[in-house]
Nanobody
Framework: QVQLQESGPGLVKPSQTLSLTCTVS??????????WSWIRQPPGKGLEWMGA???????YYSPSLKSRTSISRDTSKNQFTLQLSSVTPEDTAVYYC???????????????WGKGTLVTVSS
């Protein structure tokens, strides 16, 4: 059973960089051919796929967020990390890490989810 757990600050100031880590257990993030994703849901809005890092280490990003998003990994800790720069209050959301069995680029393809963590952008 794969389990994912998000961790990181719950409050970030505008213009700063949001950084979250996902710790994976029950499976390796280097196992063929899975993709490890970040998805968010602003209050009262739908789910938004942000990007993913592949088993190979290749990264993929939503075009709308590509200029501000970076996803990396630490294979020794079986973790992957999201960084979102220049945040504004519109980036306030519940952030989820997840696993996709293929690169769907959508939350519809996810087979395992973390519980999610609320990040608020406010001064």
């Amino acid at each position: 059973q794969v389990q994912l757990q998000e961790s990181g600050p719950g409050l970030v100031k505008p213009s700063q960089t949001l950084s979250l880590t996902c710790t994976v257990s029950g499976g390796s993030i280097t196992t063929n051919y899975y993709y490890w994703s970040w998805i968010r849901q602003p209050p009262g809005k739908g789910l938004e796929w942000m990007g993913a890092i592949a088993y190979s280490g290749s990264t993929y990003y939503s075009p709308s967020l590509k200029s501000r998003t970076s996803i990396s990994r630490d294979t020794s800790k079986n973790q992957f990390t999201l960084q979102l720069s220049s945040v504004t209050p519109e980036d306030t959301a519940v952030y989820y890490c997840a696993r996709e069995p293929d690169l769907y680029g959508s939350w519809l393809g996810v087979d395992y989810w973390g519980k999610g963590t609320l990040v608020t952008v406010s001064s």
